[in-house]
């Protein structure tokens, strides 16, 4: 039995739990956060045994084996290092941190730890971006061309999520005071992860990114609503393809959509989670004449939690570990600069 405690009490911690405890061999013992009141309700509605306000209290607790960090993203790398101090495992929320420094310094830690580590990228869940990696490995494609990739999100729209203007849970990803690195940070993190695990490393990134005014002298309360919520990035992959991926709160009719088209010289593949998350189609041999498109079955994989719980008992680091969130980092970093210079950067190897 692997017993697990939870650090942050907030609404994705809510899915982290559900996913856990349908899990067998897992038992939630424990969840931590700032918000005494937070912690008890959330150990309520969950039937976990003990809440605490004091992180450090309750990763002293020997029985406990590993943690899952759903803190804000500022708070994920004092939080990771404590646990990791503590010979925790950890799977930790993405982004890992909010600077690729940061993102390194955990990576190293959990490794000279010893302990099992792993972002939760949530879309490695889908059996077809595992089929279509290994289409591309196969050969399957020939020698990849180009890549499209995008991630639309409408709640700024929309109130199909809740009202944005109204809620913290939104209101934070608004605004750099608050910890949050836009759009960029939140889920580009997804689409760069999305595109490059089936194609292959980003060598080289160019970046636009945009905050739009969204009320009067862009601020609500405490809220300054300043961080990016559209992005644009060019990128070039290790294997010379070259990409356009994009992410935006502003998709007007996507409430949370990902979708990949990978083009090579013999053929292609697209993939839409709207439209099936075990599903992908192909233009493969012949087809590619008529450009005929076939639907092909991806099989089942397991969960990303279900790989944390397994890489414990196993003794293997499955992926995605910190090492893979500090590399995505590094290029959400230099899509930073980019913006801010207005140049394209090549990306250290």
């Given amino acids: 039995m692997i017993r697990l405690a939870i650090i942050g009490a907030g609404s994705m911690a809510g ?17 931590c956060d700032l918000d ?146 836009g759009v960029l940070g939140d889920v580009g993190i997804h689409i760069l992860d999305f595109a490059s695990f089936p194609v292959g490393d980003i060598t080289a990134v160019n970046c636009r990114l945009k905050c739009y005014d969204k009320a009067p002298d862009s601020r609500i309360g405490d809220y300054v609503l300043d961080a990016n919520d559209t992005a644009l990035m060019r990128v070039e992959f290790a294997c010379g393809a070259l990409g356009s991926l994009h992410a935006t709160r502003w998709a007007t009719g996507h409430h949370n959509s990902l979708s990949l088209s990978v083009h090579g010289d013999r053929g292609a593949l697209r993939v839409d989670l709207d439209a099936a998350k075990d599903r992908l189609h192909v233009c493969l041999g012949e087809d590619v004449h008529p450009a005929c498109w076939r639907e092909v079955v991806a099989p089942e994989t397991p969960s990303l939690y279900r790989r944390f719980i397994d890489g414990i008992v196993k003794g293997h680091n499955d992926q995605p570990d910190f090492a893979r969130g500090a590399a995505l980092q590094r290029v959400l970093d230099a899509c930073f600069v980019s913006d801010a210079e207005d140049r394209s950067l090549a990306l250290a190897g």
């Fill in 36 to 181: 005494g009141g937070r912690a008890q309700a959330f150990a309520a509605r969950h039937a976990i045994p003990a809440a605490y306000t004091d992180l450090k209290a309750m990763l002293a607790r020997e029985e406990i084996d590993a943690v899952s960090n759903v803190t804000s993203d500022a708070a994920h790398k004092a939080t990771s290092l404590a646990a990791i101090a503590a010979g925790k495992h950890i799977l930790c929320e993405k982004p890992l941190a909010t600077s690729a420094a940061d993102a390194e310094a955990m990576a190293a830690a959990a490794r000279e730890a010893g302990v099992i580590n792993m972002i939760n990228l949530s879309y490695r869940n889908a059996p077809a971006i595992h089929q279509a990696r290994e289409l591309i490995a196969s050969g399957a494609l020939g020698r990849i061309r180009h890549v499209d990739a995008s991630y639309r999100q409408s709640w700024l729209v929309s109130h199909a999520w809740g009202r944005w203007d109204q809620d913290s849970q939104w209101l934070w990803r608004l605004s750099q005071r608050h910890g949050s690195k």
């Fill in 15 to 31: 899915e982290h739990a559900k996913q856990f405890q349908a899990l067998d061999g897992v038992e939630l013992v424990a969840v």
